[in-house]
């Protein structure tokens, strides 16, 4: 702990933003699908309604990414800040598809699954990762994302138990099953009326990058590399990852406390593998780092497909969340370092773009085939 004694005020502030849009984030992802599902939603509508929040989310994010580098980073993440406030507003008061998509393609609740590794990246991921990496130097930097993401998985984790408050209102308080999902999207606006004050106290030196110059040929080659790396790593996972929650609920009938334990074990196990990561990738190498934990991770999706119990279908995914996510902070550290400081919000919006585009289409079929 001392390596962080004299970490930047700025970056603490950062970790505190991420660690409480990851437990908000996380309990809206974990019930987000049942909740269309009690509104009377078709598993297909469920997943286009997945589909639009994910197609939307990456053009956006990579909007966002770009915008900061122009206008600064503060500023869209306040912007961001205010867009989810009027997107829990629209859950609150209204339940017809319309606004459903509107609210989902403002914030892109919905995009962020609820397989683990935590939450509340979304739109703000780019932006945020541009500004972090302004605040660290190049000895540290591997270190300040793992913890940023081990915060935000350890936030996450708290927040998937908090999945379990409408069935505790259903069963205890007899509130009508619509009804008792409210209070999960009042309870994120006020988590983001505090972080427009978190992001009010973050310093930011900017300097906006000229507009009639493009990102450099050497940032553009890599990239452009890191992109298909991510449309190809995320291919598969776009079946399985956005409507993982609503899976165990069909597939087993499990509650949502149930799920809400799952998912806390699950990000437990993601938070401890970011702190593992710098270690082992100082040992074998950040890129054999990525390739062997995606390998294995990729496997075990056998194993939960088949699991004939929520026991032992469960614990897989639990395990399988300690793999999945483990190269997360080091590809995002190694992008940063890779790019020039002021096209780091433009780099980070695009391969966010990349890895978000498979998800687009994939849970339509997957919806489709869990009829």
């Given at each position: 702990?001392?390596?962080?004694?004299?970490?930047?005020?700025?970056?603490k502030?950062?970790m505190?933003?991420?660690?409480v849009?990851?437990?908000?984030?996380?309990y809206?992802?974990?019930?987000f699908s049942?909740y269309?599902?009690?509104?009377?939603y078709?598993?297909?509508?469920?997943g286009?309604?997945?589909?639009?929040a994910?197609?939307?989310?990456?053009?956006?994010?990579?909007?966002?990414?770009?915008?900061?580098?122009?206008?600064?980073?503060?500023?869209?993440?306040?912007?961001?800040?205010?867009?989810?406030?009027v997107?829990?507003?629209?859950f609150i008061?209204?339940?017809?598809?319309?606004f459903?998509?509107?609210?989902?393609?403002?914030?892109n609740v919905?995009?962020?699954g609820s397989?683990?590794?935590g939450?509340?990246g979304?739109?703000?991921?780019?932006?945020?990762q541009?500004?972090?990496?302004e605040?660290?130097?190049?000895?540290?930097r591997n270190?300040?994302f793992?913890?940023?993401?081990?915060?935000?998985?350890?936030?996450?984790?708290?927040?998937?138990?908090m999945s379990?408050?409408?069935?505790?209102?259903q069963q205890?308080?007899?509130?009508?099953?619509?009804l008792?999902?409210k209070?999960?999207?009042l309870l994120?606006i006020l988590?983001?009326?505090?972080?427009?004050?978190?992001y009010r106290?973050?310093?930011?030196?900017?300097r906006p990058?000229?507009?009639?110059?493009?990102?450099s040929?050497?940032?553009?080659?890599?990239?452009?590399?890191?992109?298909?790396?991510?449309?190809l790593d995320?291919?598969?996972?776009?079946l399985?990852?956005?409507l993982?929650?609503?899976?165990?609920?069909l597939?087993?009938g499990?509650e949502?406390?149930?799920?809400?334990?799952?998912f806390?074990?699950?990000y437990?196990?993601?938070?401890?593998?970011?702190?593992a990561a710098?270690v082992?990738?100082r040992?074998i190498?950040?890129?054999?780092t990525?390739?062997?934990?995606?390998?294995?991770?990729s496997?075990?999706?056998?194993?939960i497909?088949?699991?004939?119990?929520f026991?032992?279908?469960?614990?897989?995914?639990v395990?399988?969340s300690?793999?999945?996510?483990?190269?997360?902070?080091l590809?995002?550290s190694?992008?940063?370092a890779m790019v020039k400081?002021?096209?780091r919000?433009?780099?980070?919006g695009?391969t966010?773009?990349?890895?978000?585009?498979p998800?687009g289409?994939?849970?339509?079929?997957?919806a489709?085939?869990m009829?």
């Amino acid at each position: 702990m001392t390596r962080f004694k004299h970490t930047h005020r700025d970056v603490k502030l950062i970790m505190v933003s991420r660690g409480v849009r990851a437990f908000a984030f996380s309990y809206l992802n974990v019930v987000f699908s049942i909740y269309l599902d009690s509104l009377g939603y078709s598993t297909v509508m469920i997943g286009m309604v997945h589909s639009v929040a994910y197609i939307s989310g990456a053009l956006l994010t990579a909007l966002w990414g770009v915008l900061s580098d122009h206008y600064g980073r503060t500023k869209i993440l306040m912007l961001l800040a205010v867009l989810t406030i009027v997107s829990n507003t629209i859950f609150i008061f209204f339940s017809q598809l319309v606004f459903i998509l509107l609210a989902v393609v403002i914030a892109n609740v919905g995009s962020g699954g609820s397989a683990g590794g935590g939450q509340g990246g979304g739109p703000f991921n780019p932006v945020e990762q541009a500004l972090l990496a302004e605040k660290c130097n190049p000895e540290n930097r591997n270190q300040i994302f793992s913890t940023n993401s081990f915060v935000g998985s350890v936030m996450g984790s708290l927040g998937a138990l908090m999945s379990g408050l409408p069935q505790h209102l259903q069963q205890n308080r007899g509130w009508e099953p619509v009804l008792s999902y409210k209070p999960l999207f009042l309870l994120t606006i006020l988590f983001t009326v505090g972080l427009l004050f978190v992001y009010r106290a973050i310093a930011e030196e900017h300097r906006p990058r000229q507009r009639e110059r493009k990102i450099s040929r050497q940032s553009g080659m890599f990239v452009t590399k890191m992109s298909l790396l991510g449309v190809l790593d995320n291919m598969g996972a776009g079946l399985i990852g956005p409507l993982v929650s609503y899976w165990f609920f069909l597939r087993f009938g499990v509650e949502l406390k149930s799920l809400g334990l799952m998912f806390f074990l699950s990000y437990i196990f993601a938070a401890l593998s970011f702190l593992a990561a710098p270690v082992i990738a100082r040992r074998i190498g950040v890129v054999r780092t990525m390739v062997f934990s995606h390998a294995i991770a990729s496997g075990l999706n056998l194993f939960i497909a088949f699991a004939p119990t929520f026991f032992l279908a469960g614990l897989v995914l639990v395990v399988r969340s300690f793999l999945a996510y483990m190269d997360n902070p080091l590809r995002e550290s190694f992008t940063m370092a890779m790019v020039k400081s002021e096209e780091r919000g433009s780099a980070a919006g695009m391969t966010n773009l990349a890895r978000i585009v498979p998800f687009g289409v994939s849970p339509t079929i997957s919806a489709y085939l869990m009829q």
